[in-house]
């Protein structure tokens, strides 16, 4: 690409994530020690309501993590939506159980509730419902099914930091636990890396424990505390999830800056929101009055009446040295879902609609004035032109 060419994403990062690094690098600690415990505390403090972090080496790691402790296993069903990565779904299979793919509403692109409690059966053991885009799920309608037919909710909050729901923050509500993504285009990073969030101590202790190979004692637990250094003791076939100091050094300074983050990605939203609105486009739904949206992605659904197709768009965008992006390509789709679980487009009306539409354009903190205007630009002109 030209260094003109306005790339989908780039990541923000300042003077005091490097400082943080350079002085986790010195320090001889560059595994999961004190930055990581730290971080881990600053979360918990940013989030509230009484919750436990574990920091992870990803997302995916994260749920996979979440629906071990909430006792998924073989012969269990987990309820997703098809309109997601695949991430959501593949941890389900990590622990040998199976992905129930349900439909999405077609405002908010959010798991549909109605859809949920039509596909229960007597071996649902679980819900991951997934905040698309960084607008809240209709929690209320979820937690209440779930509550009625006794079953877990493991929240997919990759994109939806720092979300709200009817006032409070997501990870804070009645959900079991709550996964959050730092990858490199979320609303804040760590490179690579997510946070599990729970406000059930012994959900938390579980985590811990299978975060690191199952063993009862973290690394720098093992070498901080009184007890012989060499001592630990393997209590579960756990795996390898932890997060680096190196990574958290990152996020410690992410964290801080997420609130100036995420009120510059609402104006730039608004910003869209006012350019595109008399184009033959669908815009992203907001937040309801009071609640916050994180913004992670910045989605428009072309219209018949634009006259060009959703790939035709993205190549002509390109040619005009902006990158787009598509979220999602729905997993009724893919070959691995669609044939091993017998999928088929016809029963995911909504989201099968949605994909042929949706294209994500730039949206994040690193542009300026001038970016969004040669994106505006970049979008009357090839809808213009077709």
């Known amino acids: 690409m030209s260094n003109n060419f306005l790339p989908f994403a780039l990541p923000e990062i300042g ?4 400082n943080e690094v350079v002085d986790t690098l010195r320090s001889g600690w560059v595994t999961t020690g004190p930055k990581a415990k730290q971080f881990e505390n600053d979360f918990s403090c940013f989030i509230g309501g009484n919750v436990e972090s574990i920091a992870v080496n990803s997302a995916t790691a994260g749920l996979h993590l979440a629906l071990e402790a909430i006792g998924v296993g073989p012969g269990d069903e987990v309820i997703v939506p098809t309109y997601t990565f695949t991430a959501t779904a593949e941890v389900v299979r990590y622990l040998g159980a199976q992905p129930i793919f349900v439909d999405v509403l077609d405002a908010t692109l959010n798991i ?11 071996r649902t ?3 991951v419902p997934v905040h698309f885009a960084g607008l809240s799920c209709d929690m209320r309608s979820i937690l209440k099914i779930a509550k009625k037919h006794n079953l877990k909710v493991v929240e997919d909050a990759a994109h939806a930091l720092p979300t709200t729901f009817e006032g409070q923050k997501i990870g804070t509500l009645a959900s079991d636990i709550t996964v959050f993504s730092f990858y490199a285009n979320k609303t ?6 997510g946070m599990v969030v729970t406000q059930c101590h012994e959900l938390a202790k579980r985590c811990r424990v299978m975060r690191l190979h199952g063993i009862s004692r973290d690394a ?3 070498y901080t505390s009184k007890t012989p250094s060499w001592f630990y003791e393997v209590v579960a076939p756990g795996f390898k999830y932890n997060m680096s100091d190196l990574a958290a050094a990152i996020g410690i300074h992410q964290l801080k800056r997420l609130p100036a983050f995420q009120e510059k990605r609402e104006a730039m ?11 033959p486009v669908l815009l992203p739904v907001g937040a309801p009055d009071g609640d916050m949206h994180a913004r992670h992605l910045y989605t428009i659904r072309l219209l018949p009446e634009a006259g060009i197709s959703r790939d035709d768009f993205i190549v002509k965008m390109s040619d005009l040295g902006i990158g787009c992006s598509v979220h999602f390509i729905p997993l009724h789709l893919q070959p691995y879902w669609r044939d091993s679980c017998n999928l088929n487009s016809s029963d995911y009306p909504v989201s099968q609609h949605i994909f042929e539409q949706v294209c994500s354009i730039p949206l994040y903190t ?3 004035n001038s970016d969004l205007e040669r994106v505006v630009s970049a979008v009357k002109q090839v809808i213009a032109n077709a």
């Open 269 to 279: 939203a608004q910003y869209y929101n006012n350019e595109l609105s008399n184009l």
């Open 15 to 18: 003077e005091d994530e490097i």
């Open 188 to 193: 804040m990073t760590t490179g690579e890396g």
């Open 220 to 222: 720098f637990d093992r």
């Open 125 to 127: 053991k679980a819900i």
């Open 112 to 122: 549909s509730p109605t859809e949920i409690e039509k596909s229960i059966t007597p």
């Open 366 to 368: 690193k542009m300026d």
